[in-house]
């Protein structure tokens, strides 16, 4: 298909996506045709690992591309979405299992979707264009793709501020969060990747791996638990409306564009994900509960509506004072019964 490239080449499995005008937006076809792939490579001994990487400078890939999904649920339709991110969480949860090494290469935008094809694998390379995110709640989504693991697993409460804030990393950042391995400049890429290709052996990342530009969320640590340490989204804001910093005041400022709703459902998630046995699973059938009623019940296509369909910025979201009633999160995150997320091999 166009816009994917699927091929082996010497010992490794090569997924390049092609779709750069559209910031590489993944589509259901391109999660599917990832998915056949490395099935198929996983029990082929000629294919020593998988490199994934995209054409264009802008983006490695910027989310899923919601154009379809806005379409079929302002029509009603519910299913398309729900059939889109139930495979797509499957195919998230095989790259993080995968037996063999996954290598990425995350230049520009890597964001949502593009998490979860490229931040999952074994070895997750970002250069100086690289821009991390998990941006899901400024369109009334939450953090998704297994993007709560990731956040659930970042240090102190850091997980909270990204999934409720949805804050751009760079490169020394996604690595201090969890969501990237190794810096290199992006010149050195096309070496290394032929390399990859010749033998088959990602230790030759080790080698070229450098320190990257000095971050911004280390020296904010402090602030971050210190203000994100609440049990819910109301504790959070009440201690940053009382902190009178200028770090309680950007933050306040950021998290009131995005969806009270899906802010809430994210701390909470977080939150019983980390009192749970941590693992890709859980947190994608714990995300499939809201993603599900997301656009029945959520901010989804109201957030899409006001981003990028008319782009008035000026999203109606429920709960606009930002005051989100426990009940209104449990009736997002309660089991789905015979709907919930299951795994080809579970029977349950």
């Known amino acids: 298909m166009s816009d994917i490239n699927i091929r082996v080449t010497g010992q490794a499995g090569r997924i390049t996506l092609t779709r750069g005008a559209a910031l590489n ?35 490695f890939c910027a989310g899923g591309d919601i154009a379809e999904l806005y379409d079929t649920g302002t029509a009603g339709d519910y299913a398309y979405g729900r059939k889109f991110w139930r495979d797509e969480y ?7 299992e995968y037996p063999k090494p996954v290598v990425s290469f995350l230049q520009g ?36 793709v297994g993007g709560t693991l990731m956040l659930a ?30 810096y290199i400049p992006e010149s050195f890429w096309p070496v290394l990747i032929s390399g990859l290709e010749r033998d088959g ?17 280390e020296p904010l640590q402090a602030d971050i638990d210190r203000c994100f340490a609440g049990e819910t989204l109301t504790d959070i804001l009440t201690v940053l409306r009382a902190d009178e910093s200028d770090f309680s005041e950007t933050t306040l400022r950021t998290m009131g564009r995005n969806a009270p709703l899906a802010m809430a459902c994210t701390v909470e998630l977080l939150h ?45 979201w429920k709960y606009a004072a930002q005051e989100v009633p426990a009940s209104a999160v449990s009736q997002m995150l309660m089991p789905l019964g015979a709907d919930a997320l299951v795994f080809e091999e579970e029977n349950t």
Request: charged share 25%.
């Open 25 to 59: 937006a993944l589509s259901y076809d391109m999660c599917m045709a990832i998915d056949a792939a490395m099935r198929a490579w996983a029990g082929d001994d000629a294919v020593k690992l998988v490199v994934i990487d995209a054409e264009g400078e802008k983006a």
């Open 90 to 96: 499957r195919l998230n949860a095989y790259i993080f």
């Open 109 to 144: 935008f890597t964001m949502g979707g593009g998490v979860g094809i490229g931040c999952h694998g074994t070895h997750r390379v970002v250069g100086d264009s690289s821009q991390i995110a998990m941006p899901e709640v400024g369109i009334g989504l939450i953090p998704d």
């Open 153 to 182: 697993l970042a240090p102190g409460r850091l997980g909270e501020y990204l999934g409720t804030t949805a804050s751009r990393m760079k490169a020394a950042d996604a690595i201090y969060a969890g969501f990237a391995d190794h």
């Open 201 to 217: 052996d990602p230790q030759i990342l080790e080698f070229a791996a450098q320190k990257p530009p000095a971050g911004t969320l």
């Open 272 to 316: 019983r994900l980390r009192g749970s046995q941590l693992g890709i699973r859980k947190a994608l059938k714990n995300e499939y509960r809201y993603t599900y009623r997301s656009m029945e019940k959520g901010d989804f296509l109201e957030g899409i509506r006001a981003q990028i369909i008319d782009k008035d910025r000026q999203p109606k």
